[in-house]
Every structure is written in C-alpha cells, then in structure tokens.
C-alpha cells in the first residue's frame, strides 16, 4: 500500500511538472499531431503541382516565341534533359560546388550524433553527413529522395549555434528531405533556368528579326518582346512561391522532429544576422535557394525577389507554436 501511495504521488507529480514545463518546453508528440492535422498534404501538393504546371506552359510559351511549334518541342525536350541531369546528379553536383566532404562518425561524432538522433525521430533513412569548409554558417539537404539523400553544414554554424539550436536547423533540412521537398525545388529552380535561357535567346532573335517571318506561326516580333522581359520574371515570381511555401512547411516539420520551435527560431535570428555580416562568397542565385537561410548579400529590393521568406515572418510563426498568436 505503501509503494501504490509513493508511486501515484510520483505520477502526480509528474504531471503537474510536465504541465508547468509546457509554457516554454513544447511537448513533441503534441507537435507532431498538430503538425501532421494542420499541414494539409493534399492542397500543397496540388498548389505545388499547379505552379510546377504553370512554369512549364511559360515554357513552352517562350519557345513557342521563338520558334512556333517546333521551338515549343525543342522546350518541352529541353526541360526534360534538365530535368533528368538535375534528378540523378544535382546532389552530386552542388556538393562538390561547395568542396563538402563526407564525415563519419568517427570524425566527428556530436554532428554525426546529432543528425542520427533527429533521423530516428523523424523516422527517415540515415542519410550521407556531409561538412563545408566555410565560415558562414548555413546549412542545407539534398538528395532525390529520403533513401538517397545528404545534409550539409559549413564548419562556421557547427562554432555559432548550441546543440539545441543546430538541432532546430538539421530537423528543418530532415523535414525537405521527408516531403522530397529537394526534388521539387531542383526542378522548379532548373525550369526557371530553362526559360531564363530562352528569354535570352528571344532577346537576340528580336534584335536580329527573328520573328518577322513567324507571325502566322508563333508570336513575330511583338511576342519575341513580351515573351523576353515576361517569362523570366513570371518564372522567377512561381519558383519564390514553390520555395517560399516549402520553407515554411519545413520550418513546422522541422519543429515537430525536434520537439520544440524555439531550438529553430533562436537559429534563425543567429543566422540571418552572421549571413548579412559574412556572406558566403561561393555561394551563386542557382543554388541559394537551397541553404535554410540566404547566403547571398542581397538587401532592400533585392530581398523582395529571394526565394526564402522573410526572417521576421518564419520565426513569428515558430514562436506562435509555442506562446500562441499575438495581436
């Protein structure tokens, strides 16, 4: 009797911690529901496959400017190319661009740890860990899928951030690599390229009059104009909304795997303001898109057209996972 007395005093007083504690400790499992009811998988999945949808009609479009019918065929060929390299070797691609080295877990076991920890939590495959050798701190995921994926970190976050926050950061790239968000964001970035491409061509075929003898076929002189100056900032508008979207699922996700948002918003503020102070000099508008904030020194107007959110609206709403909305 004496035992059943001790332990149910244990018990109560388990509770009445773990709910003192909530304020500030967010419980994961709680998360991790609310994650899972409020993301809405099938509706970003349909936004994401109009928006992919409606890059490839500019696509097209912008060939068709071009060369009619037959430079629409050469696009949609075009794409598909990219698209192939882009899914079987953008990983290899990137890492290397970043002069990334693989690590073990003998080479250094707190990250490796870290990352292995986070992985059974978020109930992913162990994927390759990787280290750049950078100052900036920044981190990112790659990879076409969970089963073929590699998470990144420069030496320079692995010195600013706590364990808690750097496990913030690897979750959120742990949450890309779980909803392929890779993948999607590597075609998204390799299209807009595509018609960035043709725009430029479309630019030399109208100062040379190539479009004077297409009017019946595709567009002429006027659709070579349009076509030049609105495909890519068109293209460019949709891949800000597919990357913008995704980053801010990957933020929740992220805070479901570790178990607390703050770990990721205290990050945040840390790595926006060290990225402003130190950008990364090899970093380049293709692939910045990547990393979990941007690497490149773009302010003021610059920043309006940066496919990550804005700072200030990623850790409002980290933050409102745990105190609530504030007015």
Do not use: W
């Given at each position: 009797m004496l035992f059943t007395d001790k332990l149910l005093a244990l018990t109560a007083l388990a509770v009445f911690s773990g709910n003192a504690y909530n304020g500030v400790e967010t419980n994961q499992e709680k998360l991790r529901s609310v994650y899972r009811s409020k993301r809405g998988p099938l509706m970003n999945i349909l936004k994401t496959t109009f928006l992919l949808t409606l890059m490839t009609v500019l696509l097209v479009m912008a060939g068709g400017a071009i060369g009619g019918q037959g430079g629409m065929l050469i696009a949609l060929v075009f794409a598909g190319v990219m698209n192939f390299v882009s899914y079987w070797f953008s990983d290899k691609i990137v890492l290397k661009m970043y002069r990334a080295k693989e690590v073990t877990e003998a080479e250094s076991p707190e990250f490796y740890g870290l990352v292995r920890q986070l992985t059974v939590q978020?109930?992913?495959?162990?994927?390759?860990?990787?280290?750049?050798?950078?100052?900036?701190?920044?981190?990112?995921?790659?990879?076409?899928?969970?089963?073929?994926?590699?998470?990144?970190?420069?030496?320079?976050?692995?010195?600013?951030?706590?364990?808690?926050?750097?496990?913030?950061?690897?979750?959120?790239?742990?949450s890309h690599v779980k909803h392929r968000d890779i993948l999607i964001s590597t075609i998204a970035a390799t299209v807009a390229g595509a018609i960035a491409y043709l725009a430029h061509m479309a630019q030399w075929a109208?100062?040379?009059?190539?479009?004077?003898?297409?009017?019946?076929?595709?567009?002429?002189?006027?659709?070579?104009?349009?076509?030049?100056?609105?495909?890519?900032?068109?293209?460019?508008?949709?891949?800000?909304?597919?990357?913008?979207?995704?980053?801010?699922?990957?933020?929740?996700?992220?805070?479901?795997?570790?178990?607390?948002?703050?770990?990721?918003?205290?990050?945040?503020?840390?790595?926006?303001?060290?990225?402003?102070?130190?950008?990364?000099?090899?970093?380049?508008?293709?692939?910045?898109?990547?990393?979990?904030?941007?690497?490149?020194?773009?302010?003021?107007?610059?920043?309006?057209?940066?496919?990550?959110?804005?700072?200030?609206?990623?850790?409002?709403?980290?933050?409102?996972?745990?105190?609530?909305?504030?007015?």
């Open positions: 978020a109930g992913l495959p162990m994927p390759k860990v990787y280290l750049i050798p950078s100052d900036t701190p920044n981190a990112f995921a790659t990879g076409r899928n969970p089963e073929h994926a590699a998470v990144a970190a420069t030496s320079g976050i692995l010195r600013i951030l706590s364990r808690e926050e750097l496990m913030g950061v690897m979750a959120h790239e742990l109208a100062i040379f009059g190539g479009g004077r003898d297409r009017d019946d076929d595709g567009g002429g002189m006027l659709g070579l104009l349009v076509m030049a100056i609105v495909a890519p900032m068109a293209a460019l508008l949709i891949q800000m909304a597919i990357s913008r979207s995704r980053e801010y699922e990957a933020d929740k996700g992220g805070a479901a795997i570790s178990g607390n948002p703050l770990y990721l918003a205290n990050a945040l503020r840390k790595l926006e303001s060290a990225n402003r102070q130190l950008p990364m000099p090899e970093a380049t508008p293709s692939s910045a898109h990547m990393f979990i904030v941007n690497p490149l020194s773009g302010g003021g107007l610059a920043s309006l057209f940066s496919t990550h959110p804005p700072m200030e609206e990623r850790v409002r709403r980290l933050e409102a996972m745990v105190y609530g909305s504030r007015s």
